[in-house]
């Protein structure tokens, strides 16, 4: 049941463990090779932190971030908590997760199977994003997503100078640090094409809900989008960031894909005190803003309950309208304005 909450167990049974190799060992293509950056990178309970490098070709680059859940209370951070909803570690036995869908290097029709990819991957149940050391009651967790992920991008920029596409992409949890970071990914790759997708992971928060602030969000929103520095916790929505990034990077692909009843963020957002019956259309009525406001956004609603799409077989059988989820984002890799599509088809 965990799993399910943290949006994992749909692959749990699907294979056995990749290989991977330690990152003092030259990296071999075609597998996970574990890198273990050392210095501040942390897990939440003070675990190791590593991630994980599949080469291919070099001026193909791709950035997944992690998926795994999220805590902001001392009932859903403890690890002996029936409530506990997120990884607090990372370990090998994930990589079995990471050879379907975008990561099936098998499958012909998979628009990325040549790409370099990088799994950020993730345990500090802050969605990639906090830079805080929090006290639960008693317990202290280590919300230092930030610290991570920068150690991450310092080894891949330093070994991955100047690929030519460069596509940002995570699902659930990973869908939120995919679009905070890709503006800095970006910019960093200036002369790159650049596509952002976000999987599953809408950002639709209940009111009065306070899990940003204790992981020390709106400071490092204030660092990575000085322009949304002012914005107030009250006045916050994830649209905000995607504006940002848009207007910064106007030549960029950035795109959000949800199953429109999905029943992990719909969970979570009962979790945070919303009813869950509102939130399938505060999610569409996210989509509309983002399509209204930014010329360089598309968005993808699936029918049913499905968390993520793009690590899992049914990236290749979804589709609405007609339309494949394969076919809509193999299209935003070329740079193209790719539509929207809706269950509506408007």
Not at 161 to 179: L, T, W
Not at 269 to 277: D, H, K, P
């Amino acid at each position: 049941m965990k799993k399910m909450l943290i949006g994992l167990i749909f692959l749990a049974l699907l294979g056995s463990t990749a290989a991977f190799a330690q990152s003092e060992q030259p990296l071999e293509a075609g597998v996970w090779n574990q890198i273990r950056p050392g210095g501040e990178t942390t897990c939440a309970y003070g675990e190791a932190y590593s991630f994980f490098v599949r080469p291919g070709d070099e001026s193909r680059l791709m950035i997944h971030f992690q998926g795994g859940g999220a805590c902001w209370n001392s009932g859903n951070c403890r690890e002996e908590s029936a409530f506990k909803s997120f990884d607090s570690s990372v370990t090998d036995d994930e990589l079995a997760l990471y050879e379907f869908g975008i990561f099936d290097q098998e499958n012909a029709e998979n628009p990325v199977k040549e790409f370099t990819s990088i799994l950020v991957t993730y345990c500090t149940g802050d969605v990639h994003v906090g830079n805080a050391t929090t006290t639960y009651d008693d317990l202290t967790i280590e919300h230092k997503g930030r610290v991570n992920v920068e150690a991450v991008l310092e080894w891949v920029y330093e070994n991955y100078p100047n690929p030519a596409e460069v596509f940002v992409n995570g699902c659930s949890a990973g869908g939120y640090g995919a679009i905070f970071y890709a503006p800095s990914i970006f910019e960093h790759y200036p002369d790159a094409r650049h596509t952002h997708l976000s999987d599953a992971a809408v950002g639709i928060n209940a009111d009065g809900w306070n899990g940003l602030a204790q992981w020390g969000f709106f400071e490092v929103l204030a660092d990575y989008y000085p322009e949304l520095a002012d914005v107030s916790p009250l006045d916050f929505s994830n649209p905000l960031i995607y504006e940002a990034a848009g207007v910064r990077f106007p030549e960029a692909n950035f795109a959000q894909y949800t199953a429109v009843e999905d029943e992990v963020q719909t969970l979570f957002y009962q979790i945070q005190g919303g009813l869950a019956e509102d939130w399938s259309w505060l999610a569409q009525d996210s989509f509309t803003r983002l399509n209204t406001n930014m010329d360089n956004f598309s968005s993808f609603t699936a029918e049913g309950k499905l968390h993520c799409i793009i690590p899992l077989p049914e990236f290749y059988e979804y589709e609405t309208n007609g339309v494949r989820v394969r076919d809509w984002m193999a299209e935003l890799l070329t740079g193209a304005r790719v539509p929207s599509v809706s269950l509506t088809g408007q």
